[in-house]
């Protein structure tokens, strides 16, 4: 784990009834997660920036600090280590950083296959995909209990809502999320601590290039942009909604799938993800 050496110490946060507070977002280096952290600079938010590129970290830290007047502490660390997300914590407590929006963005999929996958990616995938989420979110949702303040976002997928072929363990984590959120979000009902679930369908951030997906039938056309999912999201966690899917075609398209047998929906979900290079591990696009 890497601090920025330039960047700001971050001081709690004074709520009152703004409901302003410091965010925390994983995988800020890029796609969704970038514009989320732009996003909450220009509102006005302190900012924790979490991903494995530090140089890009810093650069981004400094950069919402120059625009948008904010504080902003870049961490680099790689969240498919078991131990880095309590490591994160820890540094957030000895730094008397307090955390009031937790965003669990940062993920990537592992394509092809499940017994051509590479175990490692595999494994690499569902740590960070599955169990970050699920400790930062232990972790740190205590202290926002005691403050009976919080909002959580952790970005899923419309591949939550069906199995995936040839990306079987994708859809499956993002399946996970979204479950988790949900019942997590009837836990916290009452408790003044909200969780939004983001499930956005296929989104513009340069996963589909890495992929070789750009010619695929999920990226045909005109699909969402990662800034434009990013302000769906904010506004949906800054209202406290459950769960948002952004863009009326993706709505759209979603119904139908919830009234598919799973057995009809996996067949279609192979043929969009027939396209994919087989065993090939790829960045977080949704």
Not at 25 to 35: F, H, K, V
Not at 55 to 65: F, P, S, V
Not at 126 to 138: D, K, M, P, S
């Amino acid at each position: 784990m890497q601090l920025a050496p330039d960047s700001l110490d971050i001081p709690p946060a004074s709520q009152g009834k703004a409901g302003l507070g410091t965010a925390l977002i994983t995988g800020a280096s890029s796609g969704i997660g970038y514009e989320l952290a732009n996003i909450f600079a220009e509102r006005g938010h302190p900012v924790v920036l979490v991903a494995r590129s530090g140089g890009k970290l810093r650069d981004l830290a400094n950069q919402l600090t120059d625009r948008c007047g904010v504080a902003a502490l870049a961490i680099a660390t790689d969240l498919e280590v078991p131990k880095s997300a309590k490591e994160l914590f820890v540094e957030l407590r000895q730094r008397n950083v307090q955390v009031d929006i937790l965003v669990n963005c940062a993920g990537f999929a592992v394509q092809g296959p499940v017994a051509e996958n590479d175990a490692a990616q595999l494994l690499g995938m569902l740590q960070l995909n599955i169990v970050a989420v699920t400790l930062l979110t232990r972790l740190i949702l205590p202290s926002m209990l005691e403050r009976g303040y919080g909002r959580i976002l952790n970005v899923s997928s419309v591949a939550a809502y069906m199995p995936g072929p040839l990306m079987a363990a994708y859809f499956a984590s993002k399946a996970y999320v979204l479950s988790f959120s949900e019942a997590l979000a009837n836990e916290l009902a009452d408790a003044g601590v909200s969780v939004t679930t983001l499930c956005p369908g296929p989104t513009r951030t340069g996963f589909e290039k890495r992929a070789g997906l750009s010619d695929s039938k999920a990226f045909r056309g005109r699909i969402m942009d990662a800034a434009a999912v990013a302000h769906a999201a904010y506004d949906a966690v800054m209202a406290g909604k459950s769960v948002v899917v952004p863009g009326w075609k993706t709505r759209l398209q979603l119904m139908p799938a919830l009234l598919m047998p799973r057995s009809v929906l996996a067949h279609f979900a192979r043929q969009y993800n027939d396209a994919a290079p087989k065993a090939s591990a790829l960045p977080a696009s949704r």
